[in-house]
Structure formats: C-alpha cells, structure tokens
C-alpha cells in the first residue's frame, strides 16, 4: 500500500511565526486531504488537494502529484492553531481506500 | 444537517464484554470508514465501505467485524473485547464522485479494563 510520511514530527512555534508542514507519499494519489486535529479530538478539514495549491486564510497548501509531495504553510501562527495536522492519501483505483500519516504535532506559544 | 454521527461517545467495557459501535450520515456518502486512532500512530483503517452492501478489510481488522446496514449506516461491533482495543475509535464518510473528501465524526473513547 501508499506510505505517508509527514515531517516534522514536532513543531514549536512563537505566536506569529510561520511554519511549512510536509507529507511525503510514496506512489501516484488521486485524492489528498489535510486535516486538523484539534486539542478536543475533532478532526477539521482543512483541505482536499490532489492537486494544485489552495488557500484558506492564513492556511495554504499545494501538493505536487509528479513529484508526490504536499505542503502545508501556516503563516502568523495563532494559538488556537494548536493540534496535529494530518494528511491522508488515496491511492489510484477503485477501492477509496485512504492512509493517514502519522501526523505533525504543533503546538504554538503566545 | 448532522453530518456523520457516533455513538456512543465514551465507554468503558470489561474484558471479554461484547459492543456495538454506531455510525450514521446524512451527507449521502457512498463509501464509509472505521479508524481507530491510538497515541504516536496516526489513523489506522480498520474497515471500510466501498459502497452499500460492501464491506472490506483495512489495516487492523483483526476482532472486529462491520455492517453496512444501509447507505447511510455502518456499525463496528467488538465481539470479545481485550484490552489492546483500547483506543479512540473513528467514523468517516465520502463521496464517489466529485471532490470526494472524508468527513468525520467526532470519535468515541473506548477503554477495555
């Protein structure tokens, strides 16, 4: 199957700082979405990005299918950014079948 | 709308006690997915739903087994439950066609004494 590697593992921040999350996906995808993990345990969509680059606020990602990466970039960190950020794969074909890395843990400082 | 819904939220089971976990979503999702998320390890798939009246194995489906009752319920049930299911346990659901994302329910918290 997809492996989905995401780094850093950890990630300290200072209020207003920027940071670039990245996942690395070891063969072709067709879906691809970054989630937030929030201090409570819910999981928020962030992003669905196969694809091409978006942007959220203060959040943006691209992902470079050919050369199967995404980024995520955070600018002007808040503290209510804290939490783990995922990303989740699908492979090609038809089984929907989705693989999570094991996550980015951030935690921002006032 | 309610988007995907667990129940129930938390609970406690002694070991060999039996449980059904239960998913509902009103988001006309084709396919849907069991997660169990344990700490330092990410999500791990333990079943999922390709469509209505499907089921298959994902990474980690050993005791458990699913049902897709229909199109938009799917339960998990621990038949003999051991202390190594202890863990968050999550629902998710998406769409075939088009910008086909997950969307998740908010979890239930399972601890096996």
């Known amino acids: 199957g997809i492996q989905v590697e995401q780094s850093p593992p950890d990630l300290i921040l200072q209020e207003g700082a920027n940071s670039t999350l990245r996942c690395n996906f070891s063969?072709?995808?067709?879906?691809l979405q970054w989630f937030h993990q929030n201090p409570w345990g819910q999981l928020i969509n962030l992003f669905y990005?196969?694809?091409g680059t978006k942007q959220n606020g203060r959040l943006s990602a691209t992902t470079v299918a050919t050369e199967r990466y995404s980024l995520l970039y955070i600018s002007s960190s808040q503290t209510t950014d804290s939490g783990v950020y995922f990303c989740a794969v699908g492979g090609s074909g038809g089984y929907q079948k989705v693989t999570f890395g094991i996550g980015t843990k951030l935690q921002v400082i006032p | 709308n309610a988007g995907v819904t667990q129940t129930p939220k938390f609970q406690v089971l002694k070991t060999g006690q039996s449980m059904t976990l239960q998913c509902a979503q009103d988001m006309n999702h084709n396919s849907m997915y069991w997660y169990r998320q344990d700490p330092g390890m990410g999500l791990r798939l333990i079943y999922y739903s390709a469509s209505e009246g499907t089921t298959d194995k994902g990474e980690v489906p050993n005791g458990y087994n699913v049902s897709r009752l229909n199109k938009r319920e799917f339960s998990l049930r621990l038949e003999s439950a051991a202390p190594s299911q202890t863990s968050v346990y999550f629902c998710a659901g998406r769409k075939r066609e088009g910008p086909n994302e997950q969307f998740f329910g908010p979890g239930t918290r399972l601890t096996v004494l």
């Open positions: 990005i196969p694809s």
């Open positions: 063969d072709s995808v067709n879906n």
